[in-house]
């Protein structure tokens, strides 16, 4: 097979605060025929997380920024087409760096097939995938949640928050979600088995979750920080484990100078109630946990103990309106474009 | 021996913000002869330390406020004028929680004998006593320095700020220090053995902090918080560890509402690199590792290979003026009241 052409997105320009489309654009590009080790691949699916509005920022986080015009990054469920590699062959189905494209050429580098037999393959995405991960090794190295804890976390219903709260509940600990919106809440207590989720967008969110955390919070997952961070801060018990894995509230711009003595209460409290505050980003223990978490969660996900919920897009050219929306919390679940499925 | 006069030095008033004066009085009170298990005690040093500051307070810390009207909480060396207890004698010098008063009547609980033929006494208020033991905890069990690390940690010439720097050299690190006015730099660097010393009160100090760090910080020993912590922030390593043991810089106050987004600029550096901040106070770590202190430390100190510097000030009506100051940062060492000696 000679070329193909691949329809991509790539960085337009860097967002000011939310994304908007124009940040997007939408190309055509043509692939060069495989030469020997390389595949070609067919993005079937595509994973949208919070950490590529970081990726947009020009600042240096842990990762480089995107450059502008470059390919926007990302992972995604994809099809070899064509291998010239000894261990791939063609109709094989791994996960991979795509980015955001149909169509890529890999090296093989940090592929991982993929087996359908136990779950389907979207969910090495998702629960079985980089967010499932981060919840896993942030619960195990620095929540360790015990018998009795109160463990609280937001984005309840989303990849992360939503495996959070049941390895809680499998650790004997009591599980409270924050979720934005009723039918959110709803649905992450009767899906997921929180013992109680508080809606962020009451007026008085801060006095609920103060009432469902009678015992004070002892693990609180952090990945959303902002006015959440606000109300968990003075429930925190002595000795309390923040696992800090995300600042979604914070990606599209800081808040504005109203944020008065906030740093000076959060350093306060860390100290008078000696918190640990670890900040963490997954990788760094996955050399010794992915297998622990693959056997785990994906045994438990198999016989259905473990539970998650999946959002899909239909079309590449929807991922830009997918992310700006995934940032404002407008998704349930796991956010997945189908790219070339239907 | 009947009942004894003591001098005594209560809260009149709860200060709002810096401590004035008015804020302490002094009062005479008649103690009750002593009863079987009890001992007289002459307070010979008070020990002077940040933390009283928040007992000051109305506010619940790790510690309960001290009422209005109640005595000035704290440790000093004293001599057991008297004794009915089985396990102490006239004449034995010990370490007591004696508040902030010439004499007192102790029931033993928490007495510890004092032995002046390795280091004097007035040691087990400073290098060898809470001080000392709060920089030996936290970096022993949070900043864990390894050779070659870059730690820092500021009131450099402080009992704690000084103890940081020497084991940070012990275990191989650079130790670099931060210090209020030239003069203290100049005393930290060659007293202590800083391998630099930077001046907090200098216009370019985040400069010069950063350029003392030419590799990042990898240990941040938190006493101070405030504009310290802003020019420390973005120098620290990924994996960086912050031990939490003060933030004296805001003790009399919050800063006011300048402090545009800087929390939200905190969170961020903690999740881009992997941070731990935690917060703790010494007690925490006391059975596990005060022996391994005294060992380590005690032994240190008495051949010299550590050392300290206490300051001294005249008489228990000046313990006032003396905490008044040593929250402005006056003091270079230990400050140390000499009650009953001279």
Known sequence: ????????????????????????????????????????????????????????????????????GGLMEGSGVATVLESKHPDFREGDVVLARTG??????????????????????TTALGVLGMPGFTAYSGMKMIGKPKQGDTVVVAAASGPVGSL???????????????????????????????DEVVDHKSADFAQQLAEVCPKGIDVYFENVGGAVWQAVLPLLNTYARVPVCGLISQYNSFPAGDSQALLAQTMHTVLARSLTLRGYINSEFAGELYPSFLGEIGGAVASGEIRYREDFIDGLENAPVGLIGLLEGNNFGKLIVRVNVR
Chains 1, 2 share one sequence.
């Open 164 to 194: 959070v709260g049941q390895i809680a509940k499998r650790a004997g600990a009591r599980s409270v979600g924050i979720a934005g919106g009723k039918e959110k809440c709803a649905f992450a207590k009767s899906m997921f088995g929180f």
């Open 100 to 121: 955001w494209r149909t169509h890529a050429v890999s090296d093989a580098a940090g592929l991982r097939k993929l087996d359908d037999t136990l779950a389907p393959v």
């Open 1 to 68: 097979m000679s070329g193909i052409d691949a329809t991509q997105i790539v960085l337009a320009s860097r967002p000011d605060g939310r994304p908007t489309t124009d940040n997007f654009r939408l190309e055509t590009t043509s692939l060069p025929a495989i030469s020997p080790g390389q595949l070609l691949l067919r993005t079937d699916y595509l994973s949208l997380d919070p950490y590529m509005r970081g990726r947009m920022s020009g600042a240096k986080s842990y990762a480089e920024p995107t450059p502008v």
